[in-house]
Structure formats: C-alpha cells, structure tokens
T-cell receptor, first 119, second 114 residues
C-alpha cells in the first residue's frame, strides 16, 4: 500500500524568503508524485509532477521539487515566496499498475501543509 | 477549453436525506474520479469511472455510489446522509487511463449535513 506523509502541517514564512515543504512517500511499486495547491474555496491546481527522468522538476509559479528515491522524498521548494503563495499544499502519489503504463486515477494525498506568507 | 465543472457548488441537507452531485469533465476526457475532503480525514479517494465503468473504489460505505454517462459526465449519490458526510466533494477528470495522464480538479461541491 502506498502512503504519503507531509512532515509539516503549517509553515509560516516571511515574504521573499525561501521555503521548503516536505513530503515523504512509501510504496512497494513504482509511483508518480505530484504537488497540488489549494486556495480558499477552490479546487486543486497542479503545481508540478514527477513521472520519470530528471529528478529535479520545475513547475508553475516558480516552484520546483526534487525526487529522491533513496530518501523516498519529494520536497517542494521556492527560492522567494510572495504573499499570493499563501495557500494549502498537497503532496500526492499515484501507483501505476503494469509495464504497459495504465493506471487507476486514484491519488493518495498527504495531509496538507498550510503555507502562510507574512509581509 | 472549459475546465471541470461541478454542480451545485453548495448544498445543505438534513440527516437521513439523500443527495446527488454532478461533475462535467473537460471535453474529451473519459475518466472521472471523486474525492472527499474533510478537515479530519483530508483528501480521500471515493471512486473512479472510465468509459461508464467503475474502475476503482475507495474505502467508503455502500451509501456512496456513482455512475458515469456516455458523454463522460458523472454523478455521485450519497443516501441516508450522516453528519460526518459534511465535506467538500471534488471531482477530477483526465483524458485516459495511462500513467502520465494528468488529473484536473473541479472547484468542488460543499455539502453541509444538519
């Protein structure tokens, strides 16, 4: 079974400071990893995804994440945050089932990290 | 291209009633998944439909059911509502069932059970 753990439930940070949101995963099968952002009263928006290839993944809004297989981590980083980055962030994983590449749509989510950017 | 739409956006029901939520996927997408989001349990997978067939189901009681129509629109139904069913219900669509098919989420339906 797969599980995703976000290590911090809340992260306060000042504007223009760097930030890292931590995510660990456990899975006995190959997994794809995602980071989503949720603004108040909205759905989830995909920030970035790791499917294969380069372990450093760049996403929207200046975010990036690094897949580390040995540490089973997929931490999200941004070198300089803005007030508008205040939101809840979710790390998620999806197993794929076979060498042909088909998979169920099921995503397993972490508990979320609330990022609050202070002026 | 229009995004995933969910109706209604807000809903208030009382215990024991039933409710139906609707999801229209992005045009051309054939897969629809449903998630429940609550402060205590977080985001939990309910089920996925692909080409009108339920392909995967989460660990929810039988009161939760769904279906998908030939135009890929999906509905989920919750019967005999309980207070604990109060949640944000999110729908997500993707084009196909391949491992790299990205999921796009709708804005959700906020269900309050009184």
């Amino acid at each position: 079974a797969q599980s995703v753990t976000q290590l911090d439930s809340q992260v306060p940070v000042f504007e223009e400071a760097p930030v890292e949101l931590r995510c660990n995963y456990s899975s006995s099968v190959s997994v794809y990893l995602f980071w989503y952002v949720q603004y108040p009263n909205q759905g989830l928006q995909l920030l970035l995804k790791y499917l294969s290839g380069s372990t450093l993944v760049k996403g929207i809004n200046g975010f990036e994440a690094e897949f580390n297989k040995s540490q089973t981590s997929f931490h999200l980083r941004k070198p300089s945050v803005h007030i508008s980055d205040t939101a809840e962030y979710f790390c998620a994983g999806r197993n794929f089932l076979n060498a042909g590449g088909t998979s169920y749509g099921k995503l397993t989510f972490g508990q979320g990290t609330i990022l609050t950017v202070h002026p | 291209k229009a995004g995933v739409t969910q109706t209604p956006r807000y809903l208030i029901k009382t215990r024991g009633q039933q409710v139906t939520l609707s999801c229209s996927p992005i045009s051309g997408h054939r897969s629809v998944s449903w998630y429940q989001q609550t402060p205590g349990q977080g985001l939990q997978f309910l089920f996925e439909y692909f080409s009108e067939t339920q392909r995967n189901k989460g660990n929810f009681p039988g009161r939760f059911s769904g279906r998908q129509f030939s135009n890929s629109r999906s509905e989920m139904n919750v019967s005999t509502l309980e207070l604990g069913d109060s949640a944000l219900y999110l729908c997500a669509s993707r084009w196909g069932s391949y491992k790299n098919n990205e999921q796009f989420f709708g804005p959700g339906t906020r269900l309050t059970v009184l």
